[in-house]
């Protein structure tokens, strides 16, 4: 029976290590950490049970919708019917996108034609611009040379536009701003998301924690496979050896190590170089070039309830994206949780707690007419420092594919080359594509 070492945890470990095992591989998995889930993550702080930051994802994340139907979470997840984006802006009424019962690309033709966040003069040239977008080949190299924000200004997109209308999905899908973002991969998730089919970009919330949808349920999907789980083991080094590869690391201050025929490394970007380098030589999966972008979650208790929408944008604001994670949480009643997720977060970064709470309070009480009576009865921060590669032009060739050089070694990780951006979608596409490396070698 061929033995499988998965190294890591995160949604593409758990993709790769169930798919090694339903094809009759004998598999162990090792995660640092006491849980599963990786990235995405929950966590229990004075009775309220949070995210470590807020996951939304598309109809068009076929894979991953697969997996939660294979964890059985399907039903603790909701997709809208249809796409639908409450846009929240200071001193005006809210506005809406949403789109129609059309096909691609006119689902979304009324809603740009009637978004009051853009000047009536451009809002023909916005949908002309999403139209030149939906042309571009994300594949086609000289894509990759040019900034997402550069594109848009030589297509008449002004920084109003580019604020109250691009940013509002190239944030929160590449977790940088156009300005900085990668042509080719904003014309994927242009492409992919919101041009190639009406229903594609209709957004799916997590309805309970990601422990309870992800974590949990992997954990007793991959008992069932009867992999061998190894949480809390730290995978210190690789090696090769005659039939295989030994994997040695620590469990509880105890060395150990464990011997494979194949292996499939799927730790984050910023960690994968110190297992991998021995192996292949500097830069293996690119641990340098590579580089990380941040996101910010600010986790704010109100007394009484000031947002009626489950979820909201903002335009005008530094609060990008707001959820109402109250249900999920466990929340006292009467009490609403808003979660605030600011992606492409340097700058939040370098604040303090209590810097983040001075600017942000403020902006949501401009916001939310009814915070301003309100009184904060919590207000926590959660930074993630590498949350996602920084998807900036040129980061295609930074990519590395899930099959390496040599036989068995196999990588997996949002971050390895999928053609998405780092997301769970290309974190399971990419566990798939290494067991099928791991398992045929
Ligand atoms: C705050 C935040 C918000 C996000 N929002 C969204 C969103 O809305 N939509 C979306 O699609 N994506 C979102 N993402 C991205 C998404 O969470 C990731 O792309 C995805 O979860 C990455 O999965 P992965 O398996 O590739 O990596 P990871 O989840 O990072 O898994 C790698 C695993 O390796 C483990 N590990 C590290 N070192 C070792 C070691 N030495 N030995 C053993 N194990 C080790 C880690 O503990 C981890 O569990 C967000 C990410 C963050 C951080």
Redesign the pocket.
């Known amino acids: 029976m061929r033995r499988v070492a998965v190294?890591?945890?995160?949604?593409?470990?758990i993709s790769a290590a169930l798919d090694c095992a339903a094809a009759g591989a004998r598999v162990t998995l090792?995660?640092?950490?006491r849980r599963l889930?990786?990235?995405?993550y929950s966590f229990e702080r004075d009775g309220l049970r949070m995210d470590?930051?807020?996951?939304?994802?598309l109809r068009c994340?076929e894979a991953y919708r697969a997996l939660l139907e294979r964890l059985g979470s399907s039903d603790l997840v909701a997709v809208q019917e249809r796409l639908d984006i409450p846009v929240l802006s200071p001193g005006h009424a809210p506005a809406r996108i949403r789109r129609n019962s059309l096909h691609a690309p006119l689902h979304l033709a009324g809603a740009l034609l009637r978004y009051p966040r853009l000047r009536a003069s451009s809002r023909l040239g916005a949908a002309r611009a999403a139209l030149a977008l939906a042309r571009l080949d994300p594949q086609d190299p000289a894509l990759e040379r040019s900034t997402f924000g550069e594109w848009l200004a030589a297509h008449g997109q002004d920084e109003t536009a580019v604020a109250a209308l691009w940013d509002l999905i190239a944030l929160?899908t590449m977790n940088v701003p156009a300005a900085d973002a990668s042509l080719a991969l904003a014309a994927f998730v242009f492409r992919t998301g919101l041009l190639s089919g009406a229903a594609s970009g209709d957004i799916g919330f997590h309805v309970a924690t990601l422990q309870e949808i992800l974590g949990d349920p992997a954990r007793r999907a991959l008992e069932q496979e009867g992999v061998e789980l190894r949480l809390g083991?730290?995978?210190?080094r690789l090696e090769r050896c005659e039939d295989g590869y030994e994997l040695s690391?620590r469990a509880g201050g105890e060395s150990e190590s464990i011997h494979a025929d194949a292996a499939i490394v799927?730790?984050?970007h910023d960690?994968a170089g110190a297992l991998l380098e021995p192996l292949l030589g500097a830069n293996a999966g690119r641990p340098g070039p590579l580089q990380s972008s941040p996101?910010v979650?600010l986790h704010i208790v109100y007394d009484r309830a000031v947002l009626d929408e489950p979820f909201a944008a903002g335009v005008g604001t530094p609060v990008q994206y707001l959820f109402d994670r109250g249900e999920a949480a466990g929340v006292p009643a009467g009490c609403q949780y808003l979660a605030v997720?600011l992606s492409g977060a340097s700058a939040e970064m370098e604040l303090s707690v209590e810097e983040l709470r001075e600017r942000y309070l403020a902006a949501m009480r401009e916001l939310l007419p009814r915070a301003r009576e309100a009184n904060v009865e919590r207000f926590q921060v959660?930074r993630?420092h590498a949350?996602?590669f920084r998807a900036a032009p040129g980061v295609a060739a930074l990519r590395p594919a899930q099959r390496t050089p040599l036989p068995g070694l196999a990588l997996?990780?949002?971050?390895t080359d999928t053609g998405w951006p780092?997301?769970?979608?290309?974190?399971v596409l990419?566990g798939h594509a290494a067991a099928r490396v791991a398992v045929a070698a």
């Open positions: 190294i890591g945890g995160g949604l593409a470990g090792v995660e640092v950490r889930g990786g990235a995405a470590n930051g807020q996951h939304v994802f994340c929160p083991w730290r995978a210190e690391g799927a730790l984050p960690r996101i979650n997720s959660t993630e949350a996602t997996a990780g949002a971050w780092a997301t769970l979608e290309s974190a990419s």
